[in-house]
Each structure stands twice: as C-alpha cells, then as structure tokens.
C-alpha cells in the first residue's frame, strides 16, 4: 500500500498531521523517519503510510482540517447524483432500446419486403413457365386439331376408326359438337364437365394427329414412286429419242450434200434444155408490177385528198348560209394539180428508158456484189435457191 500511495514533497510537511479528505481522518506521519528514508533512496519523493480510515492516500490534504463539510456536500452531491443517473440511465436504455427497436423493425421490414419480392418473383417466374406449358400445349394441340379436320375424307375418316394394332381412341360423331371442339376444345371440355379429361383429349388429338400424318406419309410416298417411275420412263423414251436422233444426225449431212449436189446438177441440166432463159423477161415483169404498185399508190392517195377537200367545202357551204355569206368555188389545190401532172408524166414516160435505168441499176448491184468472195457451200446453197426460184416462176 505504500508503495502505491501518492508522493509529497518534504517541503510541504510543515505539521506531523494530515488529513483525509475522504474520511476526514486524521493521520500522524513520522516526518524524522521519512527524512531518513529520504537520505538513504535515490528519489525525490517519498512514499505515505494508507489512511486509518478508507486506506486511501490519494485525498491527503496536509495539516490538520476539518472537512467534514466537504465530505457531507460531497456525499449530497453523491446522492443526488446517483438519483438523477438512475433515471437517467433508465431514459438513455429506453431512448437506445426505441433505436434499437425501430433498427431492429426496419431491418425485418427489409427482409420481409425482401422475402415477398423473392416470393413473388419465384411465383412470377413459376406463372410464367406454367402459362408457356400451356401456351405451348394449346397451341400444338390447336395445330393438331386444325391438320385433322383439313385431312382428305378418306384419310380423316381412316384416322378416327379404331385399329385393331393400334391404341383405342375415341371421336365426335354431332356436328355441333365438331364445331365447338374445332372452335376452342378447352371450351368444349368444361362444357362436358371435363368428361372425359382434358389431358385425355389432348391425347387423344395427338394420336389422331399421328395417325392423320402417318396414312398421308404413306399415300404421298405412292404418289411419288408412281410419278419418277413416269418421268424416269419418260426421261429414258427421250434418250433413246435423242440417241437415234445423233445417230441420224451422224449421217445426215454426207446425204444432205449428196442431195444438193443431184439438185443442182439437174437443175443445170433443165435450165440449158430450156429456150429462152434471159434476164430481161423477169426485168419487165418487175417494172410492169412497180408501175401498177405506185398507179394504185397515186389513186388512193388522189381519192383521199380530193374526198377531204370536198369534205371542207361542204362544211364551207353550210357555215356560208347560216352566216349569209358568199359560196366559194369548189376547186383543187396546187398540191392535187402537181400529183395529176406526175401521173401523168409517168403514164407519158417511155417505157425503154425507165429499162435502162433499172438495168443500169441492177447491173452496177450484181458487180458489186460479184466482188464479195463467199465460201463454196454459201454460194452452192444461194446458186440452189436462185434456180429453183427461176424455175417456179418460169414454171
């Protein structure tokens, strides 16, 4: 304990006595034996024996005092403070446990809103795959309702009988009832008071369905056997049709060159057998044909003029007496007079001169065209139909 105690200076020894301030007891001190201590320890300081009444050293208060009014104002002091902590202790508990409280509901409202979002979320999501399910299912099952009633007659009427190696089903006869069904079939099973199930008619759809696709699988497959086995004997006729047309075609232009040749040759041989085998016949001819072509040309053209003019002038007549004006003569044009003067120049026109002038012509072509070297079949071939075509028109 005297270890412990507080340290005084020597200086502030001036009586043997001190007093507590705790217990306001009174303490005797030897100060000659503290001094010796003092004389034979290195410190500055000494130690003081506990107080003989609390046992304490740290209220000392040298000399003798009397603190008694200290200690009793201390104690009221004390007193009142220990009854202003308790209920203020049991204010701040209270303030700190409201706190605590609303943390502690806010914290529970998060995880409930929490949960009820998780929960909602999770029956969203079960909703969701639910309605898909069966989305998906009315969806397939109104494909599969809308393959059967499109079915061939015989093709649906095979798929709605039992068979005898396949699962049994069952099918509507009323046509009210397929209406309905065809309509909407979960309709018409809640109006049948689910009698049979839903999940039984949708089975029962399906094996129809496949039944349906299987027969028309089978028939299409005997449709298309029996078509390539048409085309196939088809392509195979045109093969051969072609073969012996290449093998014809192999031996077609030796007799094709052969037959020309002959043609020609006897063709030559009828044209010197003939007497008279001139060009200037067939040059008349044509000028004779020319000459009526444009006099028939100049005629249309003259009719026409001359019925437009006389058109005019009757319009011309009949507007003059409405109006009261003087009728004009009816008379034709400088352009008719100059067309009736052509024509009549070429009616006058001599004959042998309009010959020369084509022969001239025709002369100067067949030397031009005599300059042009073709090859030995394209002269052939043009010799040929000249002479024959000399030979219709002689014939």
Same mark, same amino acid.
């Given at each position: 304990m005297t270890e412990n105690a507080p340290n005084l200076s020597l200086s502030h020894y001036a009586t043997p006595y001190l007093t507590c301030g705790q217990c306001n007891s009174l303490n005797f001190i030897d100060v000659t034996l503290i001094k010796g201590i003092r004389k034979n320890t290195n410190s500055s300081c000494e130690g003081l024996p506990p107080c003989i009444g609390c046992g304490h050293t740290v209220f000392y208060q040298p000399s003798v005092w009397s603190l008694s009014m200290e200690i009793e104002m201390k104690a009221k002091q004390e007193d009142n403070h220990e009854k202003k902590r308790t209920p203020a202790a049991i204010q701040i508990q209270r303030i700190a446990r409201g706190y605590l409280g609303r943390m502690e509901a806010k914290r529970r409202l998060k995880a409930k809103i929490a949960l009820e979002r998780k929960i909602f979320n999770a029956a969203a999501s079960i909703q969701r795959i639910i309605r898909g399910v069966e989305a998906r299912t009315k969806y397939r099952i109104e494909q599969c309702i809308f393959v059967i009633f499109n079915a061939h007659k015989l093709v649906y009427t095979y798929a709605t009988i039992n068979q005898p190696n396949l699962p049994r089903i069952f099918w509507y006869d009323n046509a009210e009832e397929l209406a309905v069904f065809?309509?909407?079939?979960?309709?018409?099973?809640?109006?049948?008071?689910?009698?049979?199930?839903?999940?039984?008619?949708? &089975?029962?759809?399906?094996?129809?369905?496949?039944?349906?696709?299987?027969?028309?699988?089978?028939?299409?497959?005997?449709?298309?056997?029996?078509?390539?086995?048409?085309?196939?004997?088809?392509?195979?006729?045109?093969?051969?049709?072609?073969?012996?047309?290449?093998?014809?075609?192999?031996?077609?232009? &030796?007799?094709?060159?052969?037959?020309?040749?002959?043609?020609?040759?006897?063709?030559?041989?009828?044209?010197? &057998?003939?007497?008279?085998?001139?060009?200037?016949?067939?040059?008349?001819?044509?000028?004779?044909?020319?000459?009526?072509?444009?006099?028939?040309?100049?005629?249309?053209?003259?009719?026409?003029?001359?019925?437009?003019?006389?058109?005019?002038?009757?319009?011309?007549?009949?507007?003059?007496?409405?109006?009261?004006?003087?009728?004009?003569?009816?008379?034709?044009?400088?352009?008719?007079?100059?067309?009736?003067?052509?024509? +009549?120049?070429?009616? +006058?026109?001599?004959?042998?001169?309009?010959?020369?002038?084509?022969?001239?012509?025709? &002369?100067?072509?067949?030397?031009?065209?005599?300059?042009?070297?073709?090859?030995?079949?394209?002269?052939?071939?043009?010799?040929?139909?000249?002479?024959?075509?000399?030979?219709?028109?002689?014939?």
């Amino acid at each position: 304990m005297t270890e412990n105690a507080p340290n005084l200076s020597l200086s502030h020894y001036a009586t043997p006595y001190l007093t507590c301030g705790q217990c306001n007891s009174l303490n005797f001190i030897d100060v000659t034996l503290i001094k010796g201590i003092r004389k034979n320890t290195n410190s500055s300081c000494e130690g003081l024996p506990p107080c003989i009444g609390c046992g304490h050293t740290v209220f000392y208060q040298p000399s003798v005092w009397s603190l008694s009014m200290e200690i009793e104002m201390k104690a009221k002091q004390e007193d009142n403070h220990e009854k202003k902590r308790t209920p203020a202790a049991i204010q701040i508990q209270r303030i700190a446990r409201g706190y605590l409280g609303r943390m502690e509901a806010k914290r529970r409202l998060k995880a409930k809103i929490a949960l009820e979002r998780k929960i909602f979320n999770a029956a969203a999501s079960i909703q969701r795959i639910i309605r898909g399910v069966e989305a998906r299912t009315k969806y397939r099952i109104e494909q599969c309702i809308f393959v059967i009633f499109n079915a061939h007659k015989l093709v649906y009427t095979y798929a709605t009988i039992n068979q005898p190696n396949l699962p049994r089903i069952f099918w509507y006869d009323n046509a009210e009832e397929l209406a309905v069904f065809r309509e909407d079939y979960r309709e018409f099973v809640r109006r049948t008071g689910n009698r049979p199930p839903l999940w039984r008619v949708e &089975a029962n759809v399906i094996e129809i369905t496949k039944r349906v696709l299987r027969r028309e699988n089978q028939l299409v497959a005997r449709i298309q056997a029996t078509w390539r086995g048409i085309t196939t004997r088809s392509a195979y006729l045109e093969l051969k049709r072609q073969l012996g047309w290449n093998r014809s075609c192999r031996h077609a232009p &030796a007799v094709q060159i052969q037959r020309v040749a002959r043609m020609h040759a006897d063709r030559k041989k009828c044209w010197r &057998a003939q007497p008279n085998h001139g060009r200037e016949n067939y040059v008349n001819d044509y000028l004779l044909a020319h000459q009526q072509k444009q006099q028939s040309a100049l005629q249309r053209h003259l009719d026409k003029t001359l019925l437009t003019t006389y058109r005019k002038h009757v319009q011309h007549k009949r507007g003059a007496k409405i109006l009261g004006q003087p009728i004009q003569v009816f008379r034709i044009s400088k352009q008719h007079e100059n067309l009736g003067n052509f024509a +009549t120049v070429a009616r +006058t026109l001599e004959p042998s001169a309009k010959v020369n002038a084509f022969l001239q012509t025709k &002369a100067k072509l067949d030397r031009t065209n005599s300059r042009k070297r073709d090859s030995f079949p394209k002269r052939l071939r043009d010799q040929v139909t000249y002479d024959s075509s000399e030979r219709e028109r002689d014939s």
